[in-house]
């Protein structure tokens, strides 16, 4: 299996995993605000690849001030921005609309790819960018939502959140595009961890929105454990495997079986239903993912 094709289905991997979030979410907003999700998720991140760190990888803390600088600040921003817009948008426009709001950034992705990265903007990655997306808006806006998503901040702070996920996110896997083939996937996930973690605990306070103490009871404990595990480590880990072995705009795109994943799960959870409007989008979705997939594993040409 070539290297582009093993990137391509990492990048599957972590959308497929990332789409447990929303559901994950949802179920916890009965125990705690979606601030407190954001910041435990992160710090429980941060605390089992620190301890991974000190049985097998004692280099972790190892980088320059460049590295410093580039990704624990600006990864950690952007890492901060994320949870907390993430889960704003879920709690305010609930599991589909935030996906939505959110998979607008592999067209982000693709044209701000263009210009930081110097990757080609090709007419097949701008397509399949742009199929995804219409995909993904058909798949979470015409099915039912019961049971799966209480809009609880209101469809603003929704639309905002997801509107600031979808950018902090495509700068993300920029910065992810870069840093990753220098400082390995495990360093990056760990420095951006740590940062965001720094950086929560101190916006939080400031804006009134100080964490509890601890998850208030065990099912909280279980949830955060089970976001942490899949959405924080596993997902950004396949992630990062497949920015160093692919270039971003097609990384961005595969990612995008996130929502779909979401929309599924919404489905056998919580009795929700698809219109056939809906079923079209998740064709488009995964036609649009398979293209890539296609395309990616392509033979490269000769010179």
Avoid at 117 to 130: F, I
Avoid at 181 to 198: H, K, T
């Amino acid at each position: 299996m070539n290297r582009r094709l093993v990137g391509y289905l990492c990048a599957v991997g972590a959308g497929a995993t990332w789409g447990t979030t929303g559901p994950l979410s949802t179920g916890l907003y009965a125990y705690m605000p979606a601030t407190s999700i954001g910041f435990w998720r992160v710090l429980l991140g941060t605390v089992c690849l620190a301890i991974w760190g000190l049985v097998f990888r004692r280099d972790l803390l190892r980088v320059d001030a460049h590295g410093w600088l580039l990704v624990g600040l600006g990864g950690g921003i952007l890492v901060a921005l994320f949870e907390i817009a993430y889960q704003l948008a879920i709690a305010g426009a609930g599991v589909a609309g935030a996906a939505a709001l959110l998979y607008t950034a592999p067209v982000i992705v693709a044209v701000l790819a263009r210009v930081i990265l110097r990757e080609a903007l090709t007419p097949v990655r701008l397509a399949l960018a742009l199929v995804v997306m219409i995909g993904v808006a058909l798949t979470v806006t015409h099915g039912s939502n019961a049971g799966a998503e209480a809009a609880r901040l209101g469809i603003g702070a929704g639309i905002a959140g997801g509107l600031l996920s979808a950018l902090s996110y495509a700068l993300t896997t920029l910065l992810a595009r870069f840093a990753v083939p220098r400082y390995g996937a495990v360093r990056v996930l760990f420095l951006e961890a740590l940062g965001g973690v720094v950086i929560l605990g101190i916006v939080l306070p400031l804006a009134r929105h100080a964490p509890p103490p601890l998850p208030p009871t065990a099912a909280a404990w279980r949830g955060l454990l089970g976001l942490t595990v899949g959405s924080v480590l596993a997902a950004n880990i396949l992630f990062f495997s497949a920015v160093k072995r692919i270039e971003a705009a097609p990384a961005a795109v595969a990612a995008t079986i996130e929502p779909v994943v979401g929309t599924l799960l919404a489905l056998a959870l919580f009795a929700q239903r698809l219109t056939a409007l809906g079923w079209l989008g998740l064709l488009l979705v995964v036609g649009g993912v398979a293209a890539g997939y296609l395309k990616e594993g392509a033979p490269e040409p000769t010179a």
